[in-house]
Nanobody, 114 residues
């Protein structure tokens, strides 16, 4: 089992920034990602990172605005979000696993006001 605890969500104005954190504990894992789910929409992939070598992956909708990173020593992943738009409003979930995203956090709300 991998336990994941997200933090850093909140309310921000359009154009602003937020940094989400995902603290992991338990078993080792090799991939961590961020997903989001807006009201009435399906959950969607936002960004991912391979834990060992730091390769990163992004959804087209966030490329150039969001940055995923990790701190191996702290076993914590981050999602730096900049130039936020109202369309970024959603519950953001951290997920991790050995290959696939098998374990999920409880989610943190991000609200971007116009």
């Amino acid at each position: 089992q991998v336990q994941l605890v997200e933090s850093g969500g909140g309310l921000v104005q359009a154009g602003g920034s937020l940094r989400l954190s995902c603290a992991a504990s338990g078993r080792t894992f090799n991939v961590m990602g961020w997903f989001r789910q807006a009201p009435g929409k399906e959950r969607e992939f936002v960004a991912g990172i391979t834990w060992r070598n730091g390769n990163t992956y992004y959804a087209d909708s966030v490329k150039g605005r969001f940055t995923i990173s990790r701190d191996n020593a702290k076993n914590t992943g981050y999602l730096q979000m900049s130039s936020l738009k109202p369309d970024d409003t959603a519950v953001y979930y951290c997920a991790a696993g050995p290959v696939a995203y098998s374990y999920w956090g409880q989610g943190t709300q991000v609200t971007v006001s116009s």
